[in-house]
């Protein structure tokens, strides 16, 4: 018997794996449930930053094997939701770069950063490197949705409110009283996964939900810049010429947050730790960050996302917690996850 896929979450990795499984076969029906109107958790919130970089040999076979999918889906749309970027690393005064951890070769470059050249301390160092690109990541799900309309189900404003193991499949209850049983689930909940009725299931995972910040830079970008990344500060400034500005992305050190606390907007706090950052590599620059958007994404201990079972027989498979990098893994964690919900586990734990 084929078995019967129920995603939970219709964020990146939830759209990704259901298009994953659709592509595979072998599932006798589809079905994502998503509690709000659309993606509406981190993926709403996402830079759609994909660069080729990962700090360890986890991050940096997700980044080229993500790439290579990301590269044929982007060929194939018609929404446009992907530009190329050209990229330079930057290294600020005493900072080491580590060219292991970049997935192509980096190329000693001029400080030739269109609009902010100027803006940059004098002993900064600068290299270039190909693979990079943005994306619009509410469109692409637009698109993975529009894609899969006759051969998914895609349930809105279906909030679970509780999930069990039953028999040799799963139970998922939802806050209108429906009932939906499958054969194997993915879960793909986002920052939600810490919460209930999440909670007790992952638990064992020591997932934590840490804020994250891209603040708007009043600098106006061209269509020409490149995407700057400072890896030692995990922080990039990317130009988005349509709006007329540049986003800055950095690291924020807020642990334990939860979604529902951060529709409140950004704090003092989140724009005066972005500004010490960008100050570091261009002092003055600092009082133009003005504005932004914050929200929040599920870390995992080890620094590289989850894809696994909840336990060695379960029929839930986790999928998530990508530490602030979703987007540019997505395809293929969605992969991995959709080889597991194919897997017999009694089988391939016998
Ligand atoms: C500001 C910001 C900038 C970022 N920039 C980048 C970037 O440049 N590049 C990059 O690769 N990554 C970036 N990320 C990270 C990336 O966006 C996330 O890792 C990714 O979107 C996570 O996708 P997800 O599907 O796991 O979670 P989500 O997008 O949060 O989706 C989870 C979904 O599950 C739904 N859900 C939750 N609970 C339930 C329930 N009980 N019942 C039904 N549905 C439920 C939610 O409504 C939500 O839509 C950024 C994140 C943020 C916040």
Known sequence: MTPRLLVIGGGILGMMSASAAAKAGGFSEIIVTEQALGPSGASHYSGGVHFPYGRQDRTRSLTRKSAVALAAMAGSAVSGWCRPLAMRVVAGPGEAIDPAQFTGPL?????????????????????SIAGAHVADVPALIAQLQLELVARIRV??????????ERGDGAEAEFATGEIISADVVILAAGPWIVEAPFLELTEAFSIRIKK????HLDRTSTLDDALIFMPRAEAFLLPQ???????????????DVRPETLACGLSRADLEAGRAVLERFCPGLGRDLTS?????????PSGAPVVARLAAQSCIILAGAANGSGYRFSPQIAREAVALAAENPTASTA
């Open 292 to 300: 932004g958007r914050v929200f929040c994404d599920a870390y995992s």
């Open 241 to 255: 010429p349509a709006a007329g500005r540049w986003l800055f992305s950095y690291t924020s050190t807020d642990w």
């Open 107 to 127: 190329d000693p470059a001029e400080p030739d950063m269109g609009s902010l050249a100027p803006s940059f301390c004098d002993d900064t160092r600068f290299w």
């Open 212 to 215: 994250v910040v891209a603040l």
């Open 155 to 164: 349930a809105h404003g279906l909030r679970c409110v509780r999930l069990r």
